[in-house]
């Protein structure tokens, strides 16, 4: 690895897109790949007036998108599932590089990028209302959705090509258009990627629109999305304080929010399981992507009579998993995805180091890449027992009873994912109703994700779905009712 700040031979100036059109960017910045250090593309650098240009664009398709035939909008989404297919290897290759996402997880991002787009094609058929009853005469009452308009978009770098379209793909189902803001650590795979294939698909001008910009830029374009009128909701997958943010911004204008935000995800393990197999899943959950990812576990909670077992063999386990390059196929644990991740790192462990805890393996790093940490003996105290640390960093802590173990698992305030690990799945099943977390996965790891499925949190990991069930989100209930006969009036 170098800390070089040199380009790649290969690297790219890349464009902006709104209105179906390639522009110019006022500016240009470099876009570093953090295991090598190198710029791999010089990204757009936009602002207030590309900002302006895109609300316009998107607020001008918009109500030819919200009439266009269901099956013309599944057309396109197919379209864009074989383009995805087509392109698998090389946008894998992009993310690996622009983000430090392993081959592996960058190939499987395609999967199931390809997966989401042809399954949403259904999701543009699904009922748009329901019939009403009513206590008329000869009144026929319904409820019909009707999408609310333009959307903006902030979508992330972690797990970003997936994330990404989804954020676009919610909001087009339910006949939205779209704006995406990427985030300036991945302006291709969380955003220029997807006007590519957009583009290439033949979606309408305007329905698709992409606006980067530069590290620490983001004000004057989330600004302009706060002040126009045309811009409906913002659809945020992101952390909770950018989130407090956008949330106080949204309240003072009335805007419509969404929020997909991060967790402190916990995985209870119950003495009757297999120790070896929730080894296995506890690694896998833990630093899946190098514990970038909003569902990786970070705590492990296990009944006291395995835990001297499970926490022998959880180190023996996680001294195995081969660190590097990201581009290696054989790499487990590859880049944090830039140096304040790794710092913030450091600055976690040694906090609870320092307020107690045992270290027992990992608290180092070779350039960005960090290896995988595992804490015990961590007090609560300690910001690591309170707040997502995103990066390979996982806590064990010991507990008597399965419902000791709850208590654990709700003492924070996020709630986005969980795992229950039990031989006897009754017994599981009775506890989950228990934990407060928008998803409860019984005898599976805490990443665990099906695109149909009602992915979303409670508490501090926000609100709103993905999936189907996000129509309820970009869409009005309007009221109609018909009285064929003349109504009495008390004047």
């Known amino acids: 690895?170098?800390?070089?700040?040199?380009?790649?031979?290969?690297?790219?100036?890349?464009?902006?897109?709104?209105?179906?059109?390639?522009?110019?960017?006022?500016?240009?910045?470099?876009?570093?790949?953090?295991?090598?250090?190198?710029?791999?593309?010089?990204?757009?650098?936009?602002?207030?007036?590309?900002?302006?240009?895109?609300?316009?664009?998107?607020?001008?398709?918009?109500?030819?998108?919200?009439?266009?035939?269901?099956?013309?909008?599944?057309?396109?989404?197919?379209?864009?599932?074989?383009?995805?297919?087509?392109?698998?290897?090389?946008?894998?290759?992009?993310?690996?590089?622009?983000?430090?996402?392993?081959?592996?997880?960058?190939?499987?991002?395609?999967?199931?990028?390809?997966?989401?787009?042809?399954?949403?094609?259904?999701?543009?058929?699904?009922?748009?209302?329901?019939?009403?009853?009513?206590?008329?005469?000869?009144?026929?009452?319904?409820?019909?959705?009707?999408?609310?308009?333009?959307?903006?978009?902030?979508?992330?770098?972690?797990?970003?090509?997936?994330?990404?379209?989804?954020?676009?793909?919610?909001?087009?189902?339910?006949?939205?258009?779209?704006?995406?803001?990427?985030?300036?650590?991945?302006?291709?795979?969380?955003?220029?990627?997807?006007?590519?294939?957009?583009?290439?698909?033949?979606?309408?001008?305007?329905?698709?629109?992409?606006?980067?910009?530069?590290p620490g830029a983001a004000g004057p374009i989330a600004d302009e999305f706060f002040a126009s009128n045309e811009v409906r909701c913002i659809n945020l997958i992101g952390g909770v304080k950018t989130a407090?943010?956008?949330?106080?911004?949204?309240?003072?204008?009335?805007?419509?929010?969404?929020?997909?935000?991060?967790?402190?995800?916990?995985?209870?393990?119950?003495?009757?399981?297999?120790?070896?197999?929730?080894?296995?899943?506890?690694?896998?959950?833990?630093?899946?992507?190098?514990?970038?990812?909003?569902?990786?576990?970070?705590k492990v909670i296990i009944q006291q009579g395995i835990y001297d077992e499970f926490l022998e063999k959880f180190v023996a386990r996680t001294k195995t998993l081969a660190s590097g390059d990201p581009l290696d196929p054989k790499t487990i644990i590859g880049p944090l995805v830039h140096q304040g991740a790794v710092d913030l790192m450091d600055e976690r462990v040694n906090e609870a180091i320092k307020l107690g805890a045992t270290l027992h393996t990992g608290g180092t790093h070779e350039g960005l890449v960090y290896q995988p940490t595992i804490l015990t003996d961590v007090s609560y105290e300690a910001t690591a027992s309170n707040e997502e640390t995103f990066g390979p960093l996982v806590i064990v802590e010991p507990v008597e009873t399965p419902e000791d173990a709850v208590t654990v698992a709700n003492r924070v305030q996020y709630g986005l994912t969980s795992t229950i690990l039990a031989g006897d799945t009754y017994r599981a099943f009775e506890l989950a109703p228990k934990i407060l977390h928008g998803i409860v996965n019984v005898n599976s790891p805490t990443v665990n994700d099906e695109i149909h499925a009602p992915m979303g949190g409670v508490r501090d990991s926000g609100w709103g779905r993905t999936g189907p069930d996000s129509v309820a989100d970009f869409t009005d209930v309007i009221w109609i009712n018909t009285t064929s006969s003349e109504r009495q009036f008390p004047f």
């Not at 991002?109 to 787009?117: E, F, R, S």
């Not at 080894?279 to 990812?293: C, E, L, N």
Request: hydrophobic share 45%.
């Open 244 to 298: 407090r943010l956008l949330a106080q911004k949204a309240g003072q204008t009335l805007k419509r929010t969404c929020l997909e935000l991060g967790g402190y995800n916990p995985m209870l393990i119950l003495d009757d399981v297999d120790v070896d197999y929730a080894v296995r899943m506890a690694t896998f959950g833990s630093f899946f992507h190098q514990g970038q990812i909003c569902l990786n576990t970070r």
């Open 1 to 214: 690895m170098t800390d070089t700040k040199a380009s790649s031979p290969d690297a790219r100036t890349y464009q902006w897109y709104a209105d179906g059109k390639w522009r110019d960017a006022p500016s240009l910045f470099d876009d570093f790949e953090p295991y090598t250090g190198t710029v791999y593309a010089h990204a757009p650098d936009c602002g207030a007036e590309e900002a302006k240009i895109a609300i316009e664009a998107a607020n001008a398709a918009f109500p030819a998108w919200a009439e266009t035939p269901p099956v013309e909008k599944a057309r396109l989404f197919f379209k864009a599932a074989e383009i995805v297919r087509r392109r698998r290897s090389e946008i894998a290759e992009i993310l690996a590089r622009e983000t430090g996402s392993t081959i592996p997880f960058s190939t499987f991002q395609q999967d199931l990028v390809a997966a989401t787009l042809e399954q949403a094609a259904n999701w543009v058929f699904q009922p748009k209302g329901e019939v009403l009853a009513s206590n008329l005469p000869n009144t026929h009452s319904i409820g019909i959705r009707r999408p609310i308009g333009v959307v903006a978009s902030f979508t992330p770098w972690n797990g970003a090509n997936i994330l990404s379209w989804r954020a676009v793909l919610n909001p087009l189902a339910a006949g939205c258009t779209v704006i995406v803001k990427p985030s300036e650590f991945s302006p291709i795979s969380a955003g220029l990627m997807i006007a590519e294939i957009a583009d290439e698909a033949g979606f309408p001008p305007g329905v698709v629109n992409i606006v980067p910009h530069a």
